[in-house]
T-cell receptor, first 113, second 113 residues
């Protein structure tokens, strides 16, 4: 089955700097890759996703890149702000059939003022 | 719309007890799923359903049962609680199995003594 590895487990950056979180996956059949943000004590919320026919996707300060050959994808947050502090999870799923997300272990991002 | 709701918010069980975690959504979503979240392990899929009357196992189904008699409700039953089932449980739903954005409920924190 699918296995998703996420790095780093913790990340601390200065406000205004960029943050990058990386994930690798094992199943070449996976072709849907969402990223979720979870604030302390709250539910996970989708922030961006990418499908295998796209190499990069941007939404304001957030971008995701995908390298299907190398089986890795990354989340990029630019101009970080204190409200970006949270735990971020990547996930992978085959797009055909029922959605069965396999999540990474999470990255705790701290933005230092 | 209330979105995805879960009850209870917090529960303490003794080993061997059984209970049902409730999940409901009012968005007419066909796809519903249950995840457990443990520290350092991300979220893991327990069971999922692609519509009323249809359920299937996820990554960690042992010790849990589900049923889907209506589109709105997807309860998770713990048959005989064990300390290893201490976790935070999230229910999620999406419009269909192919509409990938999943909306999570607020979670149920379960402690098994």
């Amino acid at each position: 089955g699918e296995n998703v590895e996420q790095h780093p487990s913790t990340l601390s950056v200065q406000e205004g700097d960029s943050a990058v979180i990386k994930c690798t996956y094992s199943d070449s059949a996976s072709n849907y890759f969402p990223w979720y943000k979870q604030e302390l004590g709250k539910r996970p919320q989708l922030i961006i996703d990418i499908r295998s026919n796209v190499g990069e996707k941007k939404d304001q300060r957030i971008a995701v890149t995908l390298n299907k050959t190398a089986k890795h994808f990354s989340l990029h947050i630019t101009e970080t702000q204190p409200e970006d502090s949270a735990v971020y999870f990547c996930a992978a799923s085959p797009i055909q059939g029922a959605q069965k997300l396999v999540f990474g272990q999470g990255t705790r991002l701290t933005i230092n003022p | 719309n209330a979105g995805v709701t879960q009850t209870p918010k917090f529960q303490v069980l003794k080993t061997g007890q059984s209970m049902t975690l409730q999940c409901a959504q009012d968005m007419n979503h066909e796809y519903m799923s249950w995840y457990r979240q443990d520290p350092g392990m991300g979220l893991r899929l327990i069971h999922y359903s692609v519509g009323a009357g249809i359920t299937d196992q996820g990554e960690v189904p042992n010790g849990y049962n589900v049923s889907r008699s209506t589109t709105e409700d997807f309860p998770l039953r713990l048959l005989s609680a064990a300390p290893s089932q201490t976790s935070v449980y999230f229910c999620a739903s999406s419009y269909s199995e192919s509409r990938e954005t999943q909306y999570f409920g607020p979670g149920t924190r379960l402690l098994v003594l």
